[in-house]
């Protein structure tokens, strides 16, 4: 028989990630609704970090397919229980989106993936290299996305066009309708997610997509670009990037009320519109220290080899 499309993850499974993200025992076993999944998603970005480390702190880069399956994500990020799989790890936008949308369809939603083009700036977008999930509760329409960093939404979005929400206050996000400038036919609108970061400031554009379901194969091809282009920003700078809950810095509750980054020489805390630098590197065992102590994150001596003599290795 060919394998299952859509693999599901386990009771088991779920109960380790839902744990692992710190949802309240009582969330455990709601059905799927809007405060449900809001409460999940603040949770995933607050706990599984948007970053691309794989590509530097390791021996080999992992070939782009491998990337992508629902096991392969499960070991990166909650774990499988063997020493060499402890998780405690996040990903790109197609790691995160494709491994959060297996966990709401294993949790009974209705959910399935899209493709987006990233805006590059000066009128510029990318190809499909962005992956959101659509979500479909009572009849209505809302796009998910835990994997774009510190300008993402904080809780899903209604598919309906130029209705600001706070996003990470003061910021705020919308969805509006529109073609971009290099269509042929300016009749084919995306919906394209803008974010501004005050109420007097200008929106900026985030990504486009459309309702189209993407498959297993789209994605396979898409991380062949992100991984291993020479002029993708993945290949040439470190990121990493989680937000940031109000118990975190003194307040009460789960609200996102920020954003944590960390590149390659400085880690950074950005709560209520005003930035805080928790640390700068010089060496290697800094930034190590770092993502030890604000993500959770650590590495072996294997993976600490591989970033040495490369662009963003820094001196022992």
Same mark, same amino acid.
């Given at each position: 028989?060919?394998? *299952?499309?859509?693999?599901?993850y386990?009771? *088991?499974?779920?109960?380790?990630y839902?744990?692992?993200? %710190?949802?309240?025992?009582?969330?455990?076993?709601?059905?799927? &609704?809007?405060p449900?999944?809001?409460?999940?998603?603040?949770?995933?970005?607050a706990?599984v970090?948007?970053?691309?480390? &794989?590509?530097?702190?390791?021996?080999?880069?992992?070939?782009?397919?491998?990337?992508?399956?629902?096991?392969?994500? @499960? &070991?990166?990020?909650v774990?499988?229980?063997?020493?060499?799989?402890?998780?405690?790890?996040?990903?790109?936008?197609l790691?995160? $989106?494709?491994? @959060?949308? *297996?966990v709401?369809?294993?949790?009974g939603y209705? +959910?399935?993936?899209?493709g987006a083009?990233?805006?590059?700036?000066g009128g510029?977008?990318?190809?499909w290299?962005?992956?959101?999930?659509?979500?479909?509760? $009572?009849?209505?329409?809302?796009v998910s #996305?835990?994997?774009?960093?510190?300008?993402?939404?904080?809780?899903?979005?209604?598919?309906?066009? #130029?209705?600001?929400?706070?996003n990470?206050?003061?910021? &705020?996000?919308? =969805?509006?309708?529109?073609?971009?400038?290099?269509q =042929?036919?300016?009749?084919q609108?995306?919906?394209?997610?803008?974010?501004?970061?005050?109420?007097?400031?200008?929106?900026?554009?985030?990504y486009a997509?459309?309702?189209?379901?993407?498959?297993?194969?789209?994605?396979?091809?898409?991380?062949?670009g *992100?991984? @291993?282009?020479? $002029?993708?920003?993945f290949?040439?700078r470190?990121?990493v +990037?989680?937000?940031v809950?109000?118990r975190?810095?003194g307040?009460e509750? #789960?609200?996102?009320?920020?954003?944590?980054?960390?590149t390659?020489?400085?880690?950074? %805390?950005?709560?209520?519109?005003?930035?805080?630098?928790?640390g700068?590197?010089?060496?290697?065992?800094? %930034?190590?220290?770092?993502?030890r102590?604000?993500?959770?994150?650590? @590495?072996?001596e294997?993976e600490r080899?591989?970033?040495?003599?490369t662009?963003?290795?820094?001196?022992d």
């Amino acid at each position: 028989m060919p394998p *299952t499309p859509h693999p599901l993850y386990t009771p *088991t499974q779920l109960a380790a990630y839902l744990t692992h993200i %710190r949802l309240p025992p009582h969330a455990h076993h709601l059905l799927p &609704s809007l405060p449900h999944l809001r409460l999940l998603q603040r949770h995933q970005l607050a706990t599984v970090p948007w970053e691309n480390l &794989s590509k530097h702190y390791t021996p080999s880069p992992t070939p782009a397919p491998a990337l992508l399956h629902p096991q392969a994500l @499960f &070991s990166k990020i909650v774990g499988s229980g063997s020493p060499t799989h402890g998780g405690g790890r996040g990903g790109g936008c197609l790691e995160n $989106n494709a491994f @959060f949308g *297996t966990v709401l369809r294993s949790l009974g939603y209705e +959910c399935y993936p899209g493709g987006a083009r990233v805006h590059m700036g000066g009128g510029a977008w990318t190809g499909w290299e962005h992956m959101v999930n659509f979500v479909t509760l $009572n009849g209505a329409k809302y796009v998910s #996305d835990v994997g774009f960093g510190a300008r993402g939404q904080s809780a899903p979005l209604a598919l309906a066009a #130029d209705v600001p929400v706070t996003n990470i206050a003061p910021a &705020s996000a919308r =969805l509006v309708r529109a073609a971009l400038p290099a269509q =042929l036919d300016p009749t084919q609108r995306l919906w394209l997610y803008q974010t501004r970061p005050g109420p007097a400031a200008a929106w900026e554009d985030g990504y486009a997509f459309a309702e189209t379901e993407f498959l297993r194969a789209d994605f396979d091809a898409m991380t062949v670009g *992100t991984t @291993f282009r020479r $002029n993708s920003f993945f290949t040439f700078r470190i990121a990493v +990037c989680r937000m940031v809950m109000a118990r975190e810095v003194g307040g009460e509750g #789960d609200a996102i009320v920020g954003v944590l980054t960390l590149t390659e020489r400085e880690c950074r %805390r950005r709560v209520g519109g005003r930035t805080e630098v928790l640390g700068v590197f010089e060496r290697e065992g800094e %930034r190590l220290e770092a993502l030890r102590r604000w993500f959770g994150i650590e @590495f072996g001596e294997a993976e600490r080899r591989g970033v040495r003599g490369t662009a963003v290795g820094l001196p022992d």
